[in-house]
């Protein structure tokens, strides 16, 4: 793996081997007082983020930390972007300096793409990476789409998955549906395409605005019942209404979408018993999630964010060390 820029860059094998991985560095550092490994000694790491995030950002640096690497974070508002640096420069600036991996969150689809794959001038020419002869490792800068616009979010899905195969005891044959703004959700595609790639059957239940055009071509069904849909599933995931991509206001009404899309304490009581509740975060408590529901003991809230720490720890491993046999 030389970069990771979307959900569907895995196969089945890939997915469950950085899952495993997971699990593994997870087990390596239960009860240790010092949580620290030599793994990615005198490697560099630097998240690059245009936009907010506090799961994202602090658990790739925590990942790195844990790993003995050395973690780097830039934010536009306090780097030269401010001045208008492109993210083309700023990206190769780092790329100079050492950086072996650079994980980057952006507000345009196809930002980390465009990283990874720079054409024209340039060592990276042809698709090579951003590539300044990698100052420790002598190979491209490896990127991390921590987040791209509307466009994917495949970090998130892989925390997502470990999740529920912690939860359910696996992925294969299960159904989980997404719930709510998938128009504006790169958690949403990012978990449609791992899901399928696992084998899970995946159901996308939201109003019809707030579903992107060609969604018929993606792997999974869309329904616009959620009472109809909660019953039959083993997970269910609710999505974080986007309010700051929708200019303009939204429709339903918010009052509109928590009758009709939140799950409240009634609609929580429709699921059968063991199965999961998941959301990404930051929730929207009273309009995506009734507070009772995010703090019950079927949630799985924050055992996504402590998952999302061991899973940026197996990405980072399987792209700065290799794949472990
Ligand atoms: N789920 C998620 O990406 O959260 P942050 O925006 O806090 O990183």
């Not at 925390?159 to 128009?183: C, N, S």
């Not at 929730?283 to 899973?311: K, T």
């Amino acid at each position: 793996m030389r970069h990771l820029l979307s959900a569907a860059d895995l196969d089945a094998g890939e997915a469950t081997a950085l899952l495993d991985t997971s699990d593994r560095l997870r087990e390596a550092l239960l009860g240790r007082e010092v949580r620290k490994l030599p793994t990615l000694r005198g490697r560099t790491v630097v998240t690059m983020f245009y936009e907010n995030s506090t799961r994202t950002r602090v658990s790739f640096e925590i990942a790195g930390k844990w790993m003995s690497a050395d973690t780097i974070n830039v934010s536009a508002s306090g780097s030269s972007v401010s001045k208008g640096e492109s993210l083309r420069d700023t990206a190769l600036t780092l790329s100079s300096m050492g950086a072996d991996c650079v994980v980057v969150r952006h507000p345009a689809s196809g930002a980390a793409h465009r990283l990874a794959h720079w054409g024209g001038t340039g060592p990276s020419a042809g698709g090579a990476g951003i590539d300044t002869g990698g100052a420790t490792t002598g190979t491209p800068t490896a990127i991390v789409n921590a987040g791209d616009g509307t466009h994917e979010h495949p970090t998130q899905a892989l925390l997502d998955a470990a999740t529920l195969r912690d939860r359910l005891g696996g992925i294969a044959g299960r159904r989980i549906a997404i719930v709510g703004d998938v128009l504006h959700s790169r958690v949403a595609r990012s978990n449609v395409l791992l899901l399928a790639t696992l084998g899970a059957e995946v159901v996308l239940v939201a109003p019809p605005t707030l579903l992107p055009t060609g969604v018929d071509t993606w792997p999974c069904r869309v329904s616009y019942e959620l009472d109809a849909e909660l019953p039959a599933v083993d997970a269910v995931m609710m999505l974080r209404v986007q309010a700051e991509r929708m200019h303009g206001g939204f429709f339903p009404s918010a009052r509109e979408y928590a009758v009709r899309f939140g799950l409240s304490e009634d609609r929580a009581a429709l699921l059968r018993e063991g199965a999961v509740v998941l959301h990404p975060g930051p929730m929207v408590r009273g309009m995506e999630i009734a507070p009772a529901v995010a703090d019950a003991p079927n949630s799985a809230v924050l055992a996504q964010v402590r998952n999302g720490v061991h899973v940026r720890m197996a990405v980072l491993y399987h792209l700065l060390a290799g794949a472990p046999e």
